[in-house]
């Protein structure tokens, strides 16, 4: 696909990235908290605790790409919207 297709497709550019970022995000923030273990509830003696790990993955994860698609998505419709604005007053 050509960048120049996005105009057509500009709310997968934007679900790309939103995932991206979220995976980023979550990534940073889970093993952040697995490195912090407060009140050692990710891990312990005992091993890590996966589904404390998972529900902290999943509460920063959904919000996260949310926010990020749609903020995203917005923005390159803005970009391009101001894009068609020069182009028409060019003429």
């Known amino acids: 696909m050509k ?4 105009k057509y497709n500009f709310c997968s550019f934007g679900l790309l990235i939103g995932a991206f970022v979220s995976v980023l ?3 940073i923030i889970v093993v952040w908290e697995w490195i ?3 009140g050692g509830i990710f891990h312990d003696q005992n091993g890590t605790n ?3 790990v998972f ?3 999943s509460s920063w994860f959904v919000p996260t790409f949310m926010y990020a698609a749609l ?3 917005v923005l390159y419709l803005l970009l391009y919207a101001i894009q068609w604005i ?4 060019k003429r």
Not at 86 to 89: G, S
Request: aromatic share 14%; hydrophobic share 45%.
């Open 3 to 6: 960048f120049s297709d996005m």
């Open 25 to 27: 995000v979550t990534l």
């Open 36 to 38: 912090e273990n407060p």
């Open 50 to 52: 996966w589904n404390f």
């Open 55 to 57: 529900d902290t993955a």
């Open 71 to 73: 903020i995203v998505t």
């Open 86 to 89: 020069k182009h028409v007053r």
